[in-house]
DNA sequence: AACGCGACCTGCGAGC
DNA sequence: TGCTCGCAGGTCGCGT
């Protein structure tokens, strides 16, 4: 379910309520979401028990807590080390972390509860609630980023990139992402646009939604050949995924059902203003605008759903587009 | 390298 | 009422 706006979500919540807490117990209620972890339940959380939360990383939707074995000010005067370990989080496609009061009843979903250290006015449990399990938690080392440059967005960002997540490319938002490096991966591809969009190893964070919603904004089919696209392209659709996904964030993020929920089981509000997703039979905004009246396509697509307008967004025919 | 497919899961609504 | 089917925001790994 969630893409990049939606984890953003996530992480702002968890800088607010969980940065700086230590862990102080771990419950594993299905270890099917900590199957991504290879030693275990009991060496799971036999290494989180004690640790305590450094800051909150995110690379796509990919998202992950540096960890430190140490009290805070354990050491006045050295600074703090770098840590070597992280707790990793993936969302999946309902995956939920939730800051929830020992007082209330367990989710029917409830996967994971990290108990915290008492924090004034805080809730002191994070739950991960999971319906369909295709997300978890799991450790992970952190190494060094292959550029020097920073693992992802976070608070005191370090040049450490959690391992599980060192295989995916930065995404739109991150300030170092380069789009020539881009630009010239995707050139080099023989494959469609939506395809190449979805690839977390070429632009990480878009997914299904965003992807439909940045190529309706740029006026391009998904099936468009990628070794065809001008550069101007390219730039076009990249700029509309960072400003759907931007805008998407501003609003809290897409949610259709309480499935999708920030740290706190509040709903975002973009649905609203997507384009193209979901759209199937409606009039295309943009033109209804013009005064064209064109109906919303949906078609199946790698074995998913990809909304387009056949009017604005037209199938690039052989050869030529 | 690219692509298609199955696997991993639960739940919901539609249709019969 | 209950059954089956198709569908859902993601990722990984295997075969061709």
Redesign the pocket.
Known sequence: ???LP?VEVVRRGLVNWVRGRTITAVEVLDP?SI?RHALGVEDFAGNLEGARVLDIVRR???LWLPLADTPAGASSAAPEPAPAVALMA?L??SGQLLMQDGAVADE??LKIRLRLSAAAGMPDQLRFVD????GGLFLTALIPTPDGGPGGLAETPLPLIAE?AA?IARDPLDPHFSFDVFYRRLR?????LK?ALLD?ALVSGI???YADEALWLAKLHYARPTDTLRRSEALRVLDAARQVMTDALAAG?????S??VNVNGASGYFERSLNAYGREGQECRRCAEAGIVSLMKRE?F????SYTCPVCQPRPRNGRW
Do not use: C, V, W
């Open positions: 379910m969630p893409e939606e099917r199957r796509g939707k990919f993936h999946g496609m029917k979903h319906q369909r399990i295709f599980e295989h080099a591809r023989k494959t469609g395809r977390q997914g299904n939604i993020g897409t949610s259709f059902d499935l999708y199946q790698m074995n998913r759903s």
